[in-house]
């Protein structure tokens, strides 16, 4: 999901996201996915009411998962984002800055700090003493009192914001480095003396002046663990020099590659795979600084959006992500079908530099959500049990799924929790941006019902209770074995 650059592409938008700098992706792309346009406007379209889809607001899930704790929204109000974790904290995105719970006792969660530092989508990391923001929305400066104003305007800023949460009561805005079109997300690479950033924007529309084509990389941002204020961007590696993947006129939600939307890192690996656009890839990142393209795929037939990477923990293979209709559309119906919206799982074969992408299948949740209700294919982290690849998974509306890709050609769910759709009448966007395993709890940063704490009994995932991390950004993956 994608903030917008200007108010005029704001109102296509404002009835259902309110606060400022909003989803620049959707706004460039909002007639592509015609898919969606009718519903945010008129609401859906008259359907026989599903007697498996729960009523508005309820809550409900498998037996096998509880539902410990939620938090609603409190100062911050802007629309919820992405989690990373270090020691007994959470520190939870929000448009409108983030927020750093206390989840000691995972069942009774406390809020410890909010930080109003607006620019959306702000997308978070941690390492060691140091957090990392993601701006990308036209601001006035690099400060956390910015406003928004036209991505025109020469003097807008956007890109990499730091932080030292040594106090994690009081979080210190320590430095801020510009990146070409923005920071959308981010992806750490650290050692001990630096933190790699790997910097992910892209271009939907090239009236923007710092998105102009071809936008075929990423900015590397290089972090001094000692000196945080002497970051710098240090490299923009074309990853795409032929282009990418250019569209099809055929196809209008089939999005062409004009930068990254998401990057996975393996460091113990030297792996790295990227969801870009209109193309997966797989890269060598034995030196950080330059990160090189070993195999990239493309998905013609289904895949409408590349947004996110998640690896296995043998580094095997790659679950991509699709998120179509950006975000905001009701994708998880038997109208789209189970292929669209969906993961799409890989496997890595081959050694060194000829190692491939190998497509096996499709998972997408078997349960049909509302059509008032966003839902997609989105953030996710694995479950770390031995000898099975078993994942979490956000689905905004569609809830939180764990399934089971041990068999990368038949993979199931096997637990889920999800609410019923905000409205019975008329599709309004929420839901689960991410659902995240960390130390035996499922956390889920809820876009408008605010932080749920969730654990699973099942005798397929205990054995990940015994695993304990003293930190975890799911897109620097770590090495569980």
């Given at each position: ?38 519903l ?5 379209a008259a359907?026989?009411p ?13 037996d ?23 020691d ?29 530092c ?15 923001l993601?701006?990308d929305?036209?601001?006035?400066d690099d ?5 928004t104003q ?15 949460i ?8 320590v ?6 079109c923005?920071?959308?997300?981010h ?8 933190v790699y ?9 090239a ?9 075929d ?9 000692e000196?945080?204020?002497r970051?710098?961007v ?12 250019p569209?099809?006129s055929?196809k ?5 590659t004009?930068?990254c ?57 790659v679950?991509f ?9 009701a994708?998880c ?5 189970s292929?669209r ?7 890595i ?8 992408l190998?497509?096996?299948?499709y ?9 008032t209700?966003?839902?997609v294919?989105?953030?996710?982290s ?8 078993i994942?979490v998974q ?5 809830g939180?799924?764990?399934?089971d890709f ?17 409205s019975?009448?008329?599709l ?9 395993y ?5 956390y ?9 704490v969730l654990?699973i ?5 205990d ?6 991390l ?12």
């Amino acid at each position: 999901m994608v903030p917008s650059r200007t108010e005029s592409r704001e109102c296509a938008v404002k009835s259902w996201l309110r606060s400022t700098a909003r989803h620049k992706y959707l706004g460039a792309t909002f007639a592509a996915f015609g898919l969606v346009a009718s519903l945010l406007v008129a609401g859906p379209a008259a359907a026989a009411p599903d007697a498996d889809i729960p009523g508005v607001d309820e809550v409900v899930h498998s037996d096998n998962v509880t539902h410990l704790a939620n938090l609603p929204k409190q100062a911050l109000k802007g629309t919820n984002s992405d989690l990373a974790f270090q020691d007994q904290y959470v520190f939870a995105g929000n448009y409108d800055g983030f927020v750093v719970y206390d989840v000691s006792d995972p069942a009774a969660p406390r809020t410890v700090s909010q930080v109003l530092c607006p620019g959306s989508q702000n997308d978070i990391s941690v390492s060691g003493n140091l957090l990392f923001l993601s701006t990308d929305s036209s601001r006035s400066d690099d400060s956390c009192s910015s406003t928004t104003q036209p991505a025109t305007e020469k003097s807008s800023w956007e890109g990499i914001k730091v932080f030292d949460i040594t106090d994690k009561a009081n979080p210190r805005y320590v430095a801020a480095v510009e990146t070409a079109c923005g920071s959308h997300t981010h992806t750490l690479v650290p050692d001990r003396k630096n933190v790699y950033v790997y910097v992910s924007s892209y271009s939907p529309n090239a009236a923007f002046p710092d998105c102009q084509p071809p936008h075929d990389g990423i900015s590397i941002v290089k972090v001094p663990r000692e000196h945080p204020e002497r970051s710098a961007v240090i490299d923009f590696p074309v990853l795409f020099p032929d282009g990418g993947n250019p569209g099809d006129s055929d196809k209008p939600d089939m999005v062409p590659t004009s930068g990254c939307h998401d990057i996975t890192s393996f460091p113990k690996l030297k792996l790295a795979a990227g969801a870009c656009m209109g193309d997966g890839i797989l890269m060598d990142i034995s030196d950080p600084a330059k990160p090189r393209v070993l195999d990239r795929v493309e998905d013609l037939e289904n895949f409408s959006f590349w947004h996110s990477a998640t690896f296995n923990q043998r580094g095997t293979k790659v679950v991509f992500t699709d998120e179509l209709g950006g975000g905001v559309g009701a994708t998880c119906n038997a109208e789209v079908g189970s292929d669209r919206g969906a993961d799409g799982i890989y496997d890595i074969v081959g050694k060194g530099n000829h190692r491939k992408l190998v497509f096996r299948s499709y998972y997408k949740i078997p349960r049909h959500q509302a059509d008032t209700e966003n839902c997609v294919a989105h953030n996710a982290s694995l479950i770390p049990v031995k000898g099975r690849d078993i994942a979490v998974q956000a689905w905004y509306q569609g809830g939180v799924s764990i399934w089971d890709f041990t068999d990368s050609a038949h993979p199931k769910e096997i637990g889920y929790f999800e609410r019923g759709p905000i409205s019975a009448d008329k599709l309004s966007v929420g839901g689960s941006w991410s659902a995240y395993y960390y130390n035996g709890h499922i956390y889920s940063n809820d876009m408008a019902k605010g932080f749920d704490v969730l654990r699973i009994d099942d005798k397929r995932t205990d054995g990940a209770k015994r695993v304990h991390l003293d930190e975890l950004n799911v897109q620097t993956q770590p090495d569980y074995r």
